[in-house]
T-cell receptor
């Protein structure tokens, strides 16, 4: 079953504004990742935050993780029209008997940035 | 050239037909995954493979089978396609990273329509 749940489902802002998306999950995780998907295309990895980290930055992206609340947020600052896409959080899910995990993706937040 | 390629990119078929979707990667990754994406449902894991001899069912494996022909190739088959398998299918790869998993790299997707 899907682990991550993004909120809101859809977000519409103007260029220059900040966009904040949230992700909640149900069980303990090792890592949480955020991905971006342009319409009809494959997902692209944005950022990974480990369970022992609370905040991480990458360019205009800021990710926070609160393991006590089982939630994460993705902030895109000074948004641009090119940021229009769907954003997914992904948590480690099914454990292989040897090591490693497949990912569970949420349903995504659809972000529209208008000029 | 793209690191993860999928063929075909689009396919329309009829109920009951056998369909194979192919995925190839040049990233040298051991881990490969098949997902399907339906509107409003995000990505769901069908099968995954952590090496050539390792095949695992995902969340929604019923009606699908896979073959890991080589490290670089992972095929998804629908033995007898049905209309509710109409979806966007993605292949992804990842390396073995610290913490159990690493970022995944996605192919461009195959849009499959079953009539």
């Amino acid at each position: 079953s899907q682990q991550g749940e993004e909120d809101p489902q859809a977000l519409s802002i103007q260029e220059g504004e900040n966009a904040t998306m949230n992700c909640s999950y149900k069980t303990s995780i090792n890592n949480l990742q955020w991905y971006r998907q342009n319409s009809g295309r494959g997902l692209v990895h944005l950022i990974l935050i480990r369970s022992n980290e609370r905040e991480k930055h990458s360019g205009r992206l800021r990710v926070t993780l609160d393991t006590s609340k089982k939630s994460s947020s993705l902030l895109i600052t000074a948004s641009r029209a090119a940021d229009t896409a769907s954003y997914f959080c992904a948590t480690d899910g099914i454990a292989n008997s040897n090591s490693g995990y497949a990912l569970n993706f949420g349903k995504g937040t659809s972000l529209l940035v208008t000029p | 050239d793209a690191d993860v390629t999928q063929t075909p990119r689009n396919r329309i078929t009829k109920t009951g037909k056998r369909i194979m979707l192919e995925c190839s990667q040049t990233k040298g990754h051991d881990r490969m995954y098949w997902y399907r994406q339906d509107p409003g449902l995000g990505l769901r894991l069908i099968y995954y493979s952590f090496d050539v001899k390792d095949i695992n069912k995902g969340e929604i494996s019923d009606g699908y089978s896979v073959s890991r022909q080589a490290q670089a190739k992972f095929s998804l088959s629908l033995e007898s396609a049905i209309p509710n398998q109409t979806a966007l299918y993605f292949c992804a790869t990842s390396d073995l990273g610290g913490g159990g998993f690493n970022e995944q790299f996605f192919g461009p997707g195959t849009r499959l329509t079953v009539l």
